[in-house]
């Protein structure tokens, strides 16, 4: 469809290579947008790999309950 934005949405709030490895592809070799969720409370243990990231079809949301991630998607959908 012209004019829709792909996006790839994940909940990395544990560990995942797989998931690191299908975020960076997205990013080298596609235009997709990518959205990474993950919970406030294990942000410690969250990759620099991920917190880090400053690609511009990037972002990372911490949350802390379904309210905060129903805000996002909305605001930004």
Known sequence: MAGTVQCFVAEVSG???GLGFETGYLLGATTKKVVL?????????ISLLITGNTNPRYVVV????????????????
Do not use: C, G, H, Q
């Not at 919970?39 to 410690?44: A, F, I, L, Y």
């Not at 911490?62 to 959908?77: G, K, Q």
């Open 15 to 17: 560990s995942s290579f």
């Open 62 to 77: 911490p949350y802390t309950d379904m309210a905060e991630i129903e805000a996002f998607v909305r605001n930004n959908f």
């Open 37 to 45: 969720l993950y919970k406030r409370d294990v942000e410690k243990r």
